[in-house]
Every structure is written in C-alpha cells, then in structure tokens.
C-alpha cells in the first residue's frame, strides 16, 4: 500500500464502504475527509518536530491549528502532488513561526490590524470557499455553510490577536494573509502555476533517471 494520503484515505473509504454499504452516497465526502485528515496527522508529526528542535514550538503549534482549522472550510489553490504539498506547508508553517518570534519589530501590530484585517476579511466573503477538485461533493447550502464558517474563524482568528503577545499576534497575522492569498484568483493562478512548473521539472528529472 502507498502511503500518499489519497492512497491512503481510498483505500480506508473502501474498508469502511464494505462494512456498511448504507454510506455509498458519502463515498466523496468520507473519502475527502479521511484524506484532509491523514494530510494533517503528516504535517502535524513532521512539523512539531521540527518546531521543537528549532526552538519555535509553541509558535508552529499556533500556525499549524490556525491554518488547518482555517483551510478546512475556506479552501484554497493546492500543489497537485502530495510531496510538493508536504514540504511547501512546513516550509510555510516554519517560515511564518521564525518571522514572527525573531523579526516582530519589522511591523507595527497595531497598524497590521486596521489596514489589512478589514481588506482581509472582504476577500474571504467576496472568494471563500475555494474547493477545486472537490466542488462536486459539496452542494450550495454546504458551500454557504463554509463560507460562514470561514468568515467566522477568520474573524476569531482576528480577535484572538488582539490579546496575545505581539509576536503570536504576527503568527495569526500572517496566518490570515497567506489563506486568504490562496483563495483569491491571482494567488490561485500563481500556485498553479508553481505547481505546473514543479510538474514538469520532476517529469524531466524522471526521465533523465530513466535513461
């Protein structure tokens, strides 16, 4: 068995479709779910790690439950491949926890929070959810519902900053920026097109190997 996460969530799917044959019209959905949550358990385990180690623990606790519970209803542009996913997020996660504990200095908090929560917050009602792949699981009163639900996390996740330490304040912050970057259209169009690139360089270093 591969250990890719939609190796890993189809096969489970299929496990649990066998013991109760009443969940097939959830098939899409117990299969995206299992999938989302095999995702984080990967990311979870590699980047606490390595959080500890570097000494920004408590910082990449804060970014990854921040950005998970986020993304989870807000969506968001995704590399294709799970390798590609799996290392842009801990490089993601662990970029925004160094900034935030050694350079909070570079910005003001105060003006942070009045010119891009605002900005922010238009964005996610004007975008979210951003679901790609998975658009045909989920119909228009789940979409609604995630849209709400992403509004709502975004806005704790806003008030949440305003009463901790500047330097949590800036992991949240951050945080905000780049998942709401994800759903726009030009942040979208620039994964992609990161992702296409990372594609074909990985197919032409396979066919070099190949030869």
């Keep these: 068995m591969y250990w890719a ?3 890993l969530s189809e096969a489970l799917t299929k496990k649990i479709l066998t013991n109760d ?11 995206y779910g299992l999938e989302m949550l095999i995702i984080l358990i990967y990311q979870v385990v590699i980047v606490l790690s390595l959080g500890f180690l570097l000494h920004i623990f408590s910082y990449t606790l804060l970014c990854l439950v921040s950005i998970s519970i986020f993304r989870m209803f807000s969506g968001g542009a995704h590399f294709s491949k799970f390798n590609h996913c799996l290392i842009a997020s801990i490089f993601l996660i662990l970029a925004i926890s160094f900034s935030s504990k050694y350079f909070p200095s570079i910005t003001d908090i105060d003006y942070w929070h009045i010119f ?3 900005l922010l ?7 979210a959810p951003i679901l790609f792949k998975k658009e045909n699981i989920f119909n228009k009163t789940q979409k609604k519902r995630n849209k709400f639900k992403s509004i709502s996390i975004a806005l704790l996740l806003m008030i949440l900053s305003l009463f901790i330490p500047n330097t949590y304040s800036l992991v949240i ?3 905000l920026i780049y998942q709401t970057f994800t759903i726009t259209p ?11 690139k990372l594609l074909k360089r990985g197919k032409v270093i396979n066919e070099k190997v190949s030869l």
């Design 116 to 118: 891009s929560y605002p």
């Design 121 to 127: 917050i238009i964005l996610i009602i004007r975008y």
């Design 21 to 31: 044959g009443s969940l097939k019209r959830k098939k899409g959905e117990i299969r």
């Design 186 to 196: 030009f942040g979208t169009s620039i994964i992609h097109l990161l992702d296409k």
């Design 5 to 7: 996460p939609k190796d």
């Design 173 to 175: 912050g951050q945080v």
